[in-house]
């Protein structure tokens, strides 16, 4: 496969076998000037999932032992030959158009460093969309989904990737980090993302590790640290 000089799609996947080979199709379509490849981390899955993913010869299957989505993830930006890495989670699909859409946008804003997008929500089981907070500027439900971030691969390296002690949360605590270190991310008024959700999604698992709280507060010490110190004053007389 022909380095790409444009975009690398990570897909981290665990057990899908029923969904992954719809996640890579919908990237597949994808018509990317400069070219985009494809890196599907197979986080142990024990399913069939290795046998679909054997059957493409135009991906990048990387295996790992299961280690959570964040170091599932950092396996593919270590890997990543693009100069622009975007992700996509296994039971979701990527929009038509997403990837030149986004591009495009930061090609056209040299000070923008990352794009975010738009989603959608569909039942992956076929039913009604469970019942999500509204974005209070889009309307989207489920507000502006962070994985659908479009950015540097430098910048990624940067700040060192996800944080793999996160099973939930970890893009809310990337964008962070991005932020501290200046990276400016804006949002594409476009939906780039289909979200496809069912009982066993990881937005319905119960809460492990570091919650918001605790991510917030471990913002707040690292800008604390980072502060200028005003000199010492002469004491009063």
């Known amino acids: 496969m022909t380095a790409p000089t444009a975009v690398s799609v990570i897909i981290p996947t665990f057990n899908r076998s029923a969904a992954v080979r719809d996640a890579i199709e919908s990237v597949r379509s994808q018509d990317v000037v400069g070219g985009c490849e494809i890196l599907v981390v197979d986080d142990g899955s024990t399913d069939d999932t290795p046998a679909i993913l054997g059957g493409y010869d135009d991906i990048v299957v990387i295996r790992q ?20 890495v975007a992700f996509l989670d296994s039971d979701d699909l990527m929009a038509p158009g997403r990837l030149q859409a986004q591009l495009d946008f930061l090609q ?26 509204v974005d209070p500027v889009f309307g989207d439900p489920g507000g502006i989904n962070l994985i659908t971030v479009m950015i540097s691969a430098e910048w990624l390296r940067s700040v060192g990737g996800f944080d793999e002690t996160l099973r939930r949360g970890e893009d809310r605590d990337l964008l962070f980090r991005l932020k501290e270190k200046g990276a400016r991310i804006d949002v594409l008024d476009q939906v780039v993302l289909t979200r496809r959700l069912g009982a066993d999604s990881l937005t319905f698992e119960p ?16 800008a604390r640290q980072t502060e200028p110190t005003e000199p010492d004053q002469p004491a009063a007389e």
């Open 65 to 84: 032992e299961n280690s959570g989505p964040s170091a599932a993830r950092n396996r593919g930006i270590e890997a990543a030959r693009g100069e622009f």
């Open 108 to 133: 056209a804003h040299p000070d923008v460093d990352g794009v975010l997008g738009r989603q959608v929500i569909e039942s992956i089981d076929g039913g009604e969309p469970p019942p999500l907070p």
């Open 207 to 222: 809460r492990e590790g570091p919650t918001l709280a605790g991510m917030v507060a471990a913002h707040l010490r690292r």
